[in-house]
């Protein structure tokens, strides 16, 4: 299932298809839901991604002998994606990714706000 979502993406505000991890006739969860509202309820988490996010830049950066970029030069937002887990409830953002073109990056918001930056592997 797909809509869309406006999100507060490092002061700018962008519309990102929204998609849920679930098959086909498959309903969304009570927890997806939850996990999405909490996620939009606090759009400082997104803010505060981006020292994290730069910090895997630059370390992606290095190991291909690379100099460092800004992060808006590394990742491309493309959509948030909740993940369908009853005991972990996660939302992602997913970005394409400057130095890992075939699995892109994701951003990944556990229910508290911590943020885990790495590959979509991470998430998906």
Aim: charged share 30%.
């Amino acid at each position: 299932m797909t809509d869309i979502i406006h999100i507060c993406f490092w002061n700018k505000i962008i519309q990102l298809p929204l998609e849920f991890d679930c098959y086909k006739g498959e309903e969304i969860t009570e927890e997806q839901i939850k996990a999405l509202g909490r996620f939009v309820a606090h759009p400082e988490w997104i803010r505060s991604s981006k020292n994290s996010v730069q910090e895997f830049c630059n370390k992606c950066a290095l190991g291909k002998g690379e100099e460092s970029r800004e992060v808006e030069e590394c990742i491309i937002p493309e959509a948030v994606y909740v993940k369908r887990d009853d005991k972990c409830p996660r939302v992602a953002i997913l970005c394409k990714f400057r130095y890992d073109l075939e699995h892109g990056l994701a951003m990944v918001f556990d229910y508290e706000g911590a943020v885990h930056v790495g590959i979509q592997d991470i998430i998906i």
